[in-house]
């Protein structure tokens, strides 16, 4: 199973890329998003998924491992294959899917190709019941922390972000208020560091 390549765009189509790693060429089906991204010869890291049927196998790209966990889940409802899951991460941001999902909103799934007002109702459903939003919402959490901390967040520091989210505070400016508190702080514990946040984020 390839979980990761690494190498040189050799070739660009309308849903996949070619990677060149050590004069192997490897088709990997990518959305839109990582397509246009790139030009060939272009160095390229992918996230990879591997499936595999009776009379293929298919190799799936991913920017980052919420797509390729979003990308997985999909696939388990009813009417999505791997092309459509790939689609629909293309199609819309985890922050839209989040919202759309929540607000009860099909719209935005209608919008993507090869999604019509039935299977857009059912994504809405099946993804809210399962609860999958709730675990996609974690895992962009603790993503947002590390992109501004720099390093894997320690779990106080997940634990403050929930409770200010909770409390209706902006998530963006979450992720710049508890960066702002470690870096003057340091070591704080649990229940300052919320303090300190919902005083900032008050201001």
């Not at 790209?61 to 991460?89: C, M, P, Y």
């Not at 293309?90 to 007002?117: C, H, M, W, Y």
């Not at 702002?180 to 649990?190: A, V």
């Amino acid at each position: 199973m390839i979980g990761r390549l690494s190498g040189k765009v050799s070739e660009l189509g309308s849903d996949y890329v070619v990677v060149d790693v050590g004069g192997v060429g490897y088709i990997v089906f990518c959305s839109s998003k990582i397509i246009c991204k790139y030009n060939v010869n272009d160095e390229i890291e992918l996230i990879t998924q591997t499936i595999v049927k009776e009379n293929d196998i298919s190799i799936f790209g991913f920017a980052t491992n919420i797509d390729k966990e979003f990308f997985n889940h999909l696939l388990t409802i009813q009417g999505v294959g791997a092309k459509l899951a790939q689609t629909v991460i293309g199609g819309l941001t985890i922050d839209e899917i989040i919202e759309a999902v929540q607000t009860e909103d099909d719209s935005k799934f209608t919008r993507i190709n090869g999604v019509g007002p039935k299977l857009a109702a059912r994504l809405v459903n099946e993804l809210k019941s399962k609860k999958f939003i709730s675990k996609l919402q974690m895992i962009k959490s603790k993503t947002d922390i590390e992109k501004i901390v720099g390093v894997e967040p320690m779990p106080k520091i997940l634990d403050a972000k929930s409770v200010l989210v909770n409390l209706g505070y902006n998530n963006i400016k979450i992720n710049h208020v508890i960066h702002e508190i470690i870096s003057m702080h340091g070591d704080i514990d649990l229940e300052e560091l919320i303090k300190l946040g919902i005083k900032k984020l008050s201001a």
